[in-house]
């Protein structure tokens, strides 16, 4: 059975510095490998999605990577802002359509 | 990208009548749908998964009775909660997959308040 980790659970830094959320998964046999972030009272946002054949993805200021025969995978976030203020969800994949096994998240709080 | 509409947005209903929650693929078509549950503080929960025109597939311990799902086609799905009572309200989330990426897209989410 799928686990997934997150660490740390929560976390709290001044706005402008860089920061590494960690995942990590214990049966490596995984199609992909997706990054969320949920806002309070809101649904899911999809930040980033690696494929299994992938080492990283980058969007702007996000960056994660994949390590798969490790099972884990790192989203850094670059010069944080505080509306980078969410939980972020790491989720992954066994492919064909099959349910998403989700992380325990980590709450990011940026401040001023 | 791939964009899911789910609605209503937020739900106040009285205890004993049902409730019903969409969940529509925009731009590709959804294959298969997720419909998850969260509590406060908590992560997702998964609840069923379906595949259009075919029956869902229950999480053990979720009542298919009182959660209906229905994906009559491959753009819309549909959660009932029949019969609801005050421990039904919760924020309930519907997922899709089926967009070329091989990601999964979720819609905004329903917090439903049961009276």
């Known amino acids: 059975k799928q686990e997934v980790t997150q660490i740390p659970a929560a976390l709290s830094v001044p706005e402008g510095e860089n920061l590494v959320l960690n995942c990590s998964f214990t049966d490596s046999a995984i199609y992909n490998l997706q990054w969320f972030r949920q806002d309070p009272g809101k649904g899911l946002t999809s930040l980033l999605l690696i494929q299994s054949s992938q080492r990283e993805q980058t969007s702007g200021r996000l960056n994660a990577s994949l390590d798969k025969s490790s099972g884990r995978s790192t989203l850094y976030i670059a010069a944080s802002q505080p509306g980078d203020s969410a939980t972020y969800l790491c989720a992954v994949g066994p492919g064909g359509g099959n349910k998403l096994t989700f992380g325990t998240g980590t709450q990011l709080k940026v401040e001023l | 990208g791939a964009v899911v509409s789910q609605h209503p947005s937020r739900v106040i209903c009285k205890s004993g009548t049902s409730v019903k929650i969409e969940c529509r693929s925009l731009d590709f078509q959804a294959t298969t749908m997720f419909w998850y549950r969260q509590f406060p503080k908590q992560s997702l929960m998964l609840m069923a998964t379906?595949?259009?025109?075919?029956?869902?597939?229950?999480e053990q311990g979720v009542e298919k009775d009182k959660f209906l799902i229905n994906h009559a086609s491959l753009t819309l799905s549909t959660l009932t909660v029949t019969s609801a009572h005050p421990e039904d309200s919760s924020f309930y989330i519907c997922?899709?997959?089926?967009?070329?990426?091989?990601?999964?897209?979720f819609g905004s989410g329903t917090r439903l308040t049961v009276v």
């Open positions: 379906s595949n259009e025109g075919s029956k869902a597939t229950y």
């Open positions: 997922s899709a997959s089926g967009d070329r990426s091989g990601g999964y897209t």
